[in-house]
């Protein structure tokens, strides 16, 4: 495969935090892989092709009450689709991790993940769940952040304990949720990255920073988002 020069861009420019937060995923799988692989897997299966969104989606604008929320999951889950399987993957060609490196074989291996067809940047299953989320807070209002954010993080977090995606890709699939959204591009990739940067400011401060981990960022990024 032949990637574009972006994509060679990504793989030298955060070479070091997608190298560390993989093999801290790998040490992850070392340690609880017996409990937490099928876990990860529930939860990744729920983004395949986005079926799962998709139908709990039409299953809402089935009803008066929840038809204005379906239609915006609907809507924001196939913009995301859009731009990122039709346009962005192929645009960009960035291999999988799996693909690109022998270590990161060995930690995708050892998890037993699947191939994947299609290429890594941005995360498709991490785009369409961050759209269907979005579609819901924006419709339905704060309350269910306690229920779509947990989701999205699991879901990122998931792409990335399998190694079928740099974590580079997975923050990349939240910013082009926002941008189904209607968000403006340079809007959306500040909030993404604010977002990002942020939450790990809050657990360094609170936990310390050899004592946070990424998990611990979920029951922070609620309060960014009052």
């Known amino acids: 495969m032949i990637e574009s020069d972006f994509a060679k861009w990504l793989d030298a420019a955060f070479a070091g935090f997608d190298g560390a937060l993989l093999e801290f995923y790998h040490r992850l799988a070392?340690?609880?892989?017996t409990i937490l692989t099928p876990i990860m897997r529930a939860i990744t299966v729920t983004g395949d092709k986005a079926l799962v969104l998709i139908l709990i989606a039409l299953a809402l604008g089935l009803f008066s009450k929840t038809r204005k929320t379906g239609v915006c999951m609907l809507f924001a889950i196939l913009c995301g689709a859009l731009m990122t399987n039709v346009i962005l993957k192929e645009t960009i060609c960035r291999v999988r991790p799996y693909e690109a490196s022998a270590l990161f074989r060995e930690f995708w291996t050892f998890v037993g993940a699947h191939a994947e067809s299609e290429f890594s940047f941005p995360s498709g299953h991490t785009t369409a769940a961050a759209a269907a989320a979005t579609g819901l807070w924006l419709v339905r209002g704060k309350k269910y952040l306690a229920i779509s954010i947990p989701y999205v993080a699991l879901m990122a977090i998931s792409r990335n304990y399998f190694v079928v995606h740099y974590p580079t890709d997975v923050l990349a699939g939240i910013i082009v949720s926002l941008l189904g959204q209607?968000?403006?591009?340079?809007?959306?990739?500040?909030?993404?990255?604010?977002?990002?940067?942020?939450?790990?400011?809050i657990c360094e401060k609170e936990i310390g920073q050899y004592g946070m981990l990424p998990s611990d960022m979920l029951n922070v990024l609620p309060r960014l988002l009052k």
Do not use: K, R
Request: aromatic share 8%; charged share 10%; proline share 4%.
């Open 30 to 33: 070392e340690w609880g892989g």
């Open 182 to 201: 209607g968000i403006a591009p340079l809007e959306a990739a500040a909030c993404g990255a604010w977002l990002h940067g942020a939450a790990g400011d």
